[in-house]
């Protein structure tokens, strides 16, 4: 399809219903609490604790550590930042466009998509601004690696968006299984 063909069918859309109007702006409201949870933890961290500094919460089971993020997620990636970022970067433009141009009214999606957008520039700020990514929540009961708000909105998201595609998968199954079930009735029916 060309480019102007597309154009034309987008101008001639019929205008988005208040739900869907409703999805966007829950997407973005979303987004923007995740940008600033992100920050402004993150600023707090690094003005009030030195770096590798480790502070319990509860000892032993969940602590602050403050610590410098130079890869990607859990620090995966380490020596290939710029890959990363280009990465990363492709991936956020993507689903924002996915989030403007969406006539879904699929509030719970709109929100996984939200939480994914807003947590990956929450991290992008940090690697743009500072070259790496500060991060300061650990679990040390499971001696987990050291994460940050952008990644617990990102992590959400992502489990959000596949427990909501393995809904989709179970019922078009189900609506599937249905429909042959009728069809067979009716070959019955006629025989």
């Not at 939200?114 to 990956?120: D, N, T």
């Not at 992008?124 to 690696?145: E, N, Q, S, T």
């Not at 009716?186 to 025989?191: C, L, S, V």
């Amino acid at each position: 399809m060309k480019i102007n063909e597309y154009l034309k069918q987008l101008k001639n859309r019929p205008p988005l219903t208040k739900k869907q109007i409703l999805c966007k702006i829950v997407a973005a409201l979303t987004l923007v609490l995740a940008i600033i949870l992100d920050v402004v933890t993150k600023k707090i961290v690094v003005d009030n604790m030195a770096l590798y500094e480790e502070i319990p919460v509860i000892k032993g089971v969940f602590h602050w550590k403050y610590i410098q993020n130079r890869g990607a997620a859990f620090g995966m990636l380490a020596d290939n930042r710029e890959v990363f970022l280009v990465i990363s970067s492709v991936a956020i433009v993507v689903m924002a466009i996915y989030l403007l141009f969406t006539r879904t009214d699929r509030l719970w999606w709109m929100i996984g998509i939200g939480m994914l957008v807003g947590g990956g520039i929450g991290n992008m700020i940090d690697r743009i601004a500072l070259g790496y990514v500060v991060d300061f929540i650990y679990v040390a009961l499971i001696d987990f690696a050291v994460f940050n708000v952008a990644d617990c909105f990102v992590c959400v998201g992502v489990a959000l968006l596949m427990y909501l595609s393995v809904l989709d998968l179970v019922r078009e199954y189900k609506e599937g299984k249905t429909k042959k079930a009728l069809e067979g009735d009716k070959k019955h029916d006629g025989a």
